[in-house]
């Protein structure tokens, strides 16, 4: 029998399995690919939606596009209508307004709103002037033809621009204005003097003029806001001269309301309550210092009435400050002048411990410095006049002043008359704008006397258009009249230079605001002009560097002395102040008493 062959049947049976397999394979193959053709036919399907879609929105976007072509070429249709009627009814607006125009300009030109809008036209910016008033009467309205043969009346589309009211007519309509009582100095404070010593001037009552002020500032009309709540009105009364008038020596006295805002007010915040053609310590105006003192006194004791809304309403006022400068604020005080061995009206500081840098101020024991007290004010007075009645016997009125003012500074003083306004005189405080200038004055004056000594002039220059541009006072002086603002300044100092060559008498000017403003922003400037004349490590060039840190000092005191609150920075303005204080003493081995430093 023969043998199986199991090798040729296991090879057998091998190969239908390998081909179900293989078939099986193929199958899943053809399956993948009937989901991938699927799956792509679904998303052709749906990217054929989204395009039809798409064609529905842009159809109906021309649709509507269509239908706003139809609209706008009827609106065109009918603005043209419009416009061949706006042209009509523009043809007779020119025909007809002007004249109904013309007819309410007459009335309005002739009303009381056009006399108030021609006096605050005439008091804007400070009273205009007739000249000046009229040349804004005439080119506000009016205007050159075009032949330039006369003037013809401004106008737009034939209707005339309202005039203001003329000269001749506002000023019997502002004389018209009830002010309240305007007393004469003339006829109230010039009893017993003789001809030659009366002078003219006005002044009103004080009390009624508050009554006036709290009325005009409760109405609102100011645009300010007022702080009162059942508080009195804080109110401040100053004045002083000006380089005018009669002996070039005029006298005014303002009031305020401190209420207002935040308490900083402008000039225009400020009322006239005395005016005279005399000096501020002439008879007439001590005599009206008297009245003052008596109606403050007065005033503070009662309650007022106001109107307010119709109604009548009480008001107290209370007197707060005294603002003056120093040369004033001594006479209110009846005190020496400046130059005193006591020079400040606010404590007893002397020109012998004025360099003491330990030393304190304030009302306790162990303070150097004390404010001034009204009871030792008025026994050194007693004791002033017990030895001017001494000094009767024949002396020259030189010697017996002499020791007048050689007592008073024995007795730690600088009192010698009882203050005219009394005890009110306690309320006179240190004011910043005095302060500033003469400090930002002195600082000046250090620089510019370095400026010179740097520049060196030769003998042979005698003008200062001599002087070589490139010198380091000619950088000087053009850099404050370039980057500075100082134009006044530089001219004065020009000026002075022409008429003593730097080398006799210091330069005298008084800054102002604006002068002291323009110094302290840009005095970098000014040092920086002449810094590179000097060489490194140089004595111009260390007190260059010192008064740049000196100006710096001052200018953070100013900063923070002149702010309403300060709280925090309290400490910075002392710091600040000893630092300015110690490099005016140890650096310039001098210290000058600057209004009550």
């Known amino acids: 029998m023969p043998r199986f062959n199991v090798a040729t049947y296991v090879k057998e049976q091998k190969h239908p399995r390998e081909k179900v397999v293989l078939e099986n394979r193929q199958l899943k193959s053809l399956q993948d690919e ?30 509507n596009l269509v239908k706003a072509i139809e609209d706008l070429n009827d609106i ?23 004249i109904i125009y013309k007819k309410s300009l007459k009335t309005y030109e002739a009303s009381e709103d056009n006399l108030i809008r021609s006096v605050a036209v005439y008091y804007s910016g400070g009273v205009t002037g007739k000249k000046k008033y009229r040349k804004i009467y005439k080119y506000s309205c009016y205007r050159l033809n075009k032949d330039k043969t006369k003037n013809e009346r401004l106008a737009i589309d034939s209707c005339p621009l309202p005039r203001l009211v003329p000269y001749n007519r506002i000023m019997p309509y502002i004389k018209s204005i009830s002010l309240g009582t305007i007393n004469s100095v003339t006829d109230t404070l010039c009893y017993g003097l003789d001809e030659c010593d009366k002078v003219t001037g006005c002044y009103r009552n004080l009390k009624e003029m508050l009554i006036k002020l709290a009325e005009f500032y409760l109405s609102g009309c100011t645009g300010h806001s ?5 508080e009195p009105y804080t109110f401040s009364v100053g004045g002083d001269g000006a380089p005018f008038g009669k002996d070039d020596t005029p006298c005014a006295w303002l009031i305020s309301l401190l209420n207002i805002g935040r308490g900083v007010l402008s000039s225009n915040e400020n009322y006239l309550l005395f005016g005279a053609n005399c000096r501020e310590s002439c008879i007439v105006v001590q005599r009206f210092i008297k009245m003052l003192l008596t109606d403050i006194r007065d005033i503070e004791k009662s309650v007022m009435t106001c109107s307010h809304n119709g109604q009548q309403v009480n008001v107290k006022f209370s007197f707060t400050e005294l603002p003056n400068d120093m040369k004033m604020l001594a006479f209110l005080s009846g005190e020496l002048s400046n130059s005193a061995k006591y020079f400040s009206s606010f404590a007893n500081v002397s020109s012998d411990d004025a360099k003491n840098t330990q030393a304190t101020f304030g009302r306790g024991i162990e303070n150097t410095w004390k404010p001034w007290m009204y009871s030792d004010r008025l026994k050194v007075v007693n004791e002033v006049e017990k030895l001017k009645a001494k000094l009767k016997q024949p002396l020259s009125d030189a010697t017996k002043r002499s020791k007048v003012t ?24 240190v004011e910043p704008l005095h302060l500033k200038n003469n400090a930002c004055a002195l600082a000046h004056r250090y620089l510019l006397l370095e400026v010179f000594e740097i520049s060196n002039l030769p003998d042979s220059i005698k003008l200062f258009s001599q002087v070589p541009s490139n010198s380091p006072i000619a950088r000087y002086i053009s850099e404050m009249k370039t980057k500075c603002g100082l134009s006044r300044l530089a001219k004065r100092i020009v000026r002075w230079f022409n008429k003593t060559k730097a080398a006799s008498k210091a330069l005298d000017y008084r800054f102002t605001g604006k002068d002291s403003r323009g110094f302290l922003h840009n005095f970098m400037y000014l040092i920086a002009a002449v810094e590179p004349f000097q060489k490194h490590g140089s004595r111009q060039e260390f007190i260059l560097h010192v008064l740049s840190y000196l100006c710096l000092m001052l200018h953070k005191c100013v900063t923070l002395f002149n702010r309403i609150e300060i709280k925090d920075d309290l400490v910075d303005l002392q710091h600040a102040c000893k630092v300015y204080f110690h490099a005016q003493l140890f650096v310039f081995l001098l210290i000058i008493p600057l209004l009550g430093l």
């Open 34 to 63: 009937i989901s991938a053709a699927a799956k792509l036919k679904e998303e052709k399907r749906k990217e054929l939606n989204r395009i039809r879609e798409k064609h529905r929105r842009l159809d109906n976007k021309v649709g």
């Open 406 to 429: 050689s007592f008073i500074a024995q007795k730690k003083s600088r009192q010698e008359f009882e203050p005219p306004l009394g005890n009110i005189i306690d309320k006179a405080h």
């Open 76 to 98: 065109q249709n009918e603005l043209v209508q419009l416009d061949s009627t706006d042209q009509s009814v523009r043809s007779l607006l020119n025909q007809y307004l002007p």
């Open 226 to 230: 007022i702080t009162w709540f059942e």
